[in-house]
């Protein structure tokens, strides 16, 4: 299973969310600042009662404000991940590095624009054949976190995964 970066958001202190919507932020990554501190839950399209798919994630002020953190989990740590998203200056762009716990990482770049952050991923280790996906990430008006994601096989892209996350601050990211 592969998540990619935008699907990606542990529990902090009521405090410690207050601390990282007023606290410095590189001003390059200020279009994340009303997601900080935001806890995110949900289920994969393809999701069942029988069999379900359900991702927690949270985003987070990190490195003095110079990096954002995303932490995931799906299925209570049966899969999970961490990204660390900074502003590349040599690059003029936002890049990001997402380690997993299936022991594959991905570095890509992402952009913003019409309220959709788009990114660009290329996988480093077994992924189970998968070496790049694209994915699409959208803050909808209702509050909602949408990420459809597609994914490059054998030469060929094909349809990933389509999530819709809701804000659920007392959904935690487990690791086991």
Not at 74 to 91: P, Q, T
Request: proline share 3%; net charge positive; glycine share 8%.
């Amino acid at each position: 299973m592969h998540i990619s970066l935008c699907a990606c958001l542990a529990v902090l202190l009521c405090s410690s969310a207050l601390a990282a919507e007023t606290a410095t932020l590189a001003k390059e990554l200020e279009l994340f600042r009303p997601h900080l501190g935001k806890t995110w839950r949900g289920e994969f399209k393809n999701s069942t009662p029988d069999r379900p798919v359900v991702d927690i994630s949270r985003w987070e002020r990190a490195l003095n404000g110079q990096a954002i953190r995303v932490l995931h989990s799906v299925n209570d740590g049966a899969y999970g991940g961490e990204s660390i998203i900074r502003w590349d200056k040599e690059k003029a762009s936002l890049v990001f590095h997402y380690f997993t716990t299936a022991g594959f990482m991905t570095t890509g770049t992402m952009t913003f624009s019409d309220g959709k952050l788009t990114s660009h991923e290329k996988v480093s280790g077994s992924a189970n054949g998968v070496t790049e996906v694209r994915a699409t990430s959208e803050f909808r008006a209702d509050g909602t976190l949408y990420v459809k994601a597609e994914y490059l096989k054998n030469g060929e892209w094909s349809p990933g995964r389509e999530t819709t996350y809701r804000e659920q601050p007392k959904a935690e990211v487990k690791f086991k």
